[in-house]
Each structure stands twice: as C-alpha cells, then as structure tokens.
C-alpha cells in the first residue's frame, strides 16, 4: 500500500471520528492514530479489498479500544486528569439545547448504535461493511440503526421544559479544581 492512497480517505475519517468523539482534539488524534496504525499495519491490508472499509475497521477498534481502557483506569481507582474526561463533566443543558442540537443528541446515543449511524449515515457504507467494521452480524446493524434513528427522532423532537425563572435558563457555570 502507498502512503498516498489513504489521503483520500482523510476527510471521512475525520469527519467520522468527529461524530464518534464529539471533539475535535480528540478526532484529530484518533485520525492521527489510525493512519499510524495503517501505515505500521499495511501488510495485513489485503490488494484489491476495499481500504475505506479497513481504515473505518482500525479506527473503530482503536476507539473501542480507547474507550475501553479509560473505563477501566476510572473502574480501577487510578487518577483522572479533568482534561481527559471533560467530555463527560457536562453542566445541565439549557432547555432548548436539547431539542435542536444534534450534535448532542448524537452524543447522547448508546455507544453501539451511535457508530452504526454514523457509518451508514455520514459515511454511506453498506451494512455488510458496516457489520466488517464494527464485528457484529448484519441483522444486528439493521437493528441497532433503526434503534438508533428511533432515539435521535425523540432527542430531537423532545419539547424544552419551560424555565421556572429568567436564572434558572441559564446553565450554572462551572469551575476546574485542580
């Protein structure tokens, strides 16, 4: 494989691993980390097998990955550094965030039904490579996609709750204790 054949395929997953992570920070890493991976990788790429489809499958597995082992440093008692789980420290939304911000109503999703929705949705991958990717049977990506457009319509269509006072629409503000 020649290096140069993945620079098309930098945007989507770009744009996929911003879906997936919610920050562009960590997207970006992500991206770095997978096009790492490729490049150290690249004798298990198989000619003539389609290389979208296997970037898409090394970055899942490294996000899976990721996402794995902060879990289990948090479950294990080790420390946290506030920066890295400053995606999860999230004040209370104000009301009318909820109902028209996708990009929070994507977050919101279970993990599983999230990447199905964003691979065939952003990325406009078939279910049979979508089910390559993420390692699950196709019917189980049919079924995890409707959950998940399921849930996002109700996310989205969700009425904001009326605010009981002028202070109490704004979200309080937070502060970083170090």
Known sequence: MDPNELLPHIPGLRRYARALTGDAWAADDLVQDTLERACAKRLLWRVGSDLRAWLFTLMHNLHVNQWQRRAGERAAGFPVDVDDV????????APTDTAIDLQRCLLMLPEEQRVVLLLVSLEDLPYEAVARITGVPVGTVMSRLS????????????????????????????????
């Open 86 to 93: 400053q995606a999860e420290l999230v004040a209370p939304q």
């Open 147 to 178: 959950r998940a457009r399921q849930r996002l319509q109700q996310l989205m269509d969700a009425a904001p709750a009326p605010a009981a006072s002028p202070a109490a629409a704004e979200p309080p503000a937070l502060r970083r204790l170090k």
